[in-house]
T-cell receptor
Framework: KAGVTQTPRYLIKTRGQQVTLSCSPI?????VSWYQQTPGQGLQFLFE???????NKGNFPGRFSGRQFSNSRSEMNVSTLELGDSALYLC???????????????FGPGTRLTVT | GNSVTQMEGPVTLSEEAFLTINCTYT??????LFWYVQYPGEGLQLLLK?????DKGSNKGFEATYRKETTSFHLEKGSVQVSDSAVYFC??????????FGKGTMLLVSP
């Protein structure tokens, strides 16, 4: 089975621009979560989608948004980029039929976003 | 709220040494606990998990036991290899697919 894929792997943007990152989950997985990883803050949860609905959201400003399509692929968008948005953005998928608490998440390689 | 505390690194060991990375957590209810590993330039890989008290997760020689009484999930390996050099993250499931991570512990193993 193919793993979680993320595109692009690297991205350089300028302050004020917007960016869209894409994530394709493992086949059969319906839950997709997004995390931001920075040296200072570590790994922080952004949001989670299940069957095209946002089920949970972390503590990030409204500039960060996402969506999920009917094939479970997900995108996240960051508008009005700031220097502090430079980070590794990780996507994870999970086979999560309901709100179970014991299933594991499988991560993609991440998208490295640099804002200049 | 939920939180995970890991020992700060880096942890520097010689090959074949014994490894312990401490992890404690604060959570409501009975979360599932995980260890993930991140190699340079890569995403996170699930190393092992435990879903209830006294469960022992194990994989590739690594082990961790879910201790509810001490709210801990320490990672251990009897004999580390150079290839184990990576950053290790302890995490708990906070509901749905939300993971709360510790800050990560870098492990450096020298030959």
């Amino acid at each position: 089975k193919a793993g979680v894929t993320q595109t692009p792997r690297y991205l350089i943007k300028t302050r004020g621009q917007q960016v869209t990152l894409s994530c394709s989950p493992i086949s059969g997985h319906r839950s997709v979560s997004w995390y931001q990883q920075t040296p200072g803050q570590g790994l922080q949860f952004l949001f989670e989608y299940f069957s095209e609905t946002q089920r949970n959201k972390g503590n990030f400003p409204g500039r960060f948004s996402g969506r999920q399509f009917s094939n479970s692929r997900s995108e996240m968008n960051v508008s009005t980029l700031e220097l502090g948005d430079s980070a590794l953005y990780l996507c994870a998928s999970s086979f999560a039929p309901q709100a179970e608490s014991s299933y594991e998440q499988y991560f993609g390689p991440g998208t490295r976003l640099t804002v200049t | 709220g939920n939180s995970v505390t890991q020992m700060e690194g880096p942890v520097t060991l010689s090959e074949e040494a014994f490894l312990t990375i401490n992890c404690t957590y604060t959570a409501t209810g009975y979360p599932s606990l995980f260890w993930y590993v991140q190699y340079p330039g890569e995403g996170l890989q699930l190393l092992l998990k435990a879903t209830k008290a006294d469960d022992k997760g194990s994989n590739k020689g690594f082990e961790a036991t879910y201790r509810k009484e001490t709210t801990s999930f320490h990672l251990e390996k009897g004999s580390v290899q150079v290839s184990d050099s990576a950053v290790y993250f302890c995490a708990l499931n906070s509901g749905y697919s939300t993971l709360t991570f510790g800050k990560g512990t870098m492990l450096l193993v020298s030959p």
